[in-house]
């Protein structure tokens, strides 16, 4: 258009109405479909900054995948690796900085009559605040149900056994330890492909034992909020939900 916006419209057959796609105003540029032709990826231009976005081919499910502003080129590469996946998932790696605070809480079954519940409330800490934990876990068996508990402040730490009074005890796993085993294991990710789910993007891959990984992303924020593990052939599954931001307080269970 003359003042410099455009939008993105599909024609469908030769000679036919072309279909507008995109409303987002600015300057909308270099549609490239998906290798199944579901979807189309195009560079954003808004505000003097340029983002991909990805959005269904009949204009629903709109998703910005970059906010770095300075991005040129969509392109879904192979019909094996999905870029865009690669989009967010370095966007999760990126976002680090912003999980320095949260509740994880998961669901594990092991597959052979045992299931544990986990409950973390975390702060990484900042300058001279020490790293906060506190952790319950819940597991039930064949041997009855059995609630473990521990609080870390700094490098001391406190544990009790369901209504036992509590000690102090070592820290045998850290504060940062205990988050990054409920943290997705994206070192691990390949062959990710990407899916939207509305405002989110759902990620999928297999893991090193053959079981599948779901991973439910914030596409704007790149925060991870749901993981879903399961092996078909172990019968092991795991949940782990993701909130992020201020715990609330954790405080030792023991005078100083």
């Known amino acids: 258009a003359p003042?410099?916006?455009?939008?993105?419209?599909?024609?469908?057959?030769?000679?036919?109405?072309?279909r507008q796609v995109t409303r987002l105003g600015g300057l909308n540029t270099t549609p490239t479909w998906s290798p199944d032709g579901a979807r189309l990826a195009f560079v954003g231009n808004q505000g003097g900054r340029s983002?991909?976005?990805?959005?269904?081919?009949?204009?629903?499910?709109?998703?910005?995948?970059?906010?770095?502003?300075?991005?040129?080129?969509?392109?879904?590469?192979?019909?094996?690796v999905d870029t865009l996946a690669l989009s967010v998932l370095q966007q999760?790696?990126?976002?680090?900085s912003r999980q320095r605070q949260g509740t994880l809480e998961a669901d594990a079954d092991d597959g052979r009559g045992t299931t544990t519940t986990t409950r973390i409330r975390f702060d990484l800490g900042a300058q001279a605040e020490p790293?906060?934990?506190?952790?319950v876990t819940t597991t039930r068996g064949p041997r009855g149900v059995v609630v473990d508990e521990e609080i870390i402040v700094g490098d001391r730490a406190w544990r009790r056994q369901s209504d036992q009074p509590w000690?102090?005890?070592p820290v045998a796993a850290?504060?940062?330890?205990?988050?990054r085993a409920l943290a997705p294991p994206l070192d691990?990710?390949?062959?990710?492909?990407?899916?939207?789910?509305?405002s989110r993007?759902?990620?999928?891959?297999?893991?090193?034992g053959g079981g599948e990984v779901t991973l439910l992303v914030d596409a704007l924020g790149g925060l991870p909020i749901q993981l879903r593990q399961a092996n078909t052939q172990t019968g092991e599954s795991a949940v782990v939900r993701y909130t992020w931001g201020p715990p609330g307080a954790i405080t030792p269970p023991l005078a100083p």
């Open 3 to 18: 003042d410099g916006t455009g939008e993105i419209a599909v024609l469908e057959t030769p000679g036919g109405v072309p």
């Open 51 to 80: 983002d991909i976005y990805v959005v269904q081919a009949d204009g629903s499910n709109l998703l910005r995948l970059t906010a770095a502003g300075q991005n040129q080129r969509p392109d879904w590469g192979t019909a094996s």
């Open 92 to 96: 999760l790696a990126g976002s680090e």
């Open 131 to 135: 790293a906060r934990l506190q952790r």
């Open 167 to 169: 000690q102090a005890t």
């Open 174 to 179: 850290g504060v940062q330890e205990q988050v």
């Open 188 to 198: 691990a990710a390949q062959q990710v492909t990407a899916e939207p789910v509305g």
């Open 201 to 208: 993007v759902e990620l999928r891959w297999r893991d090193a």
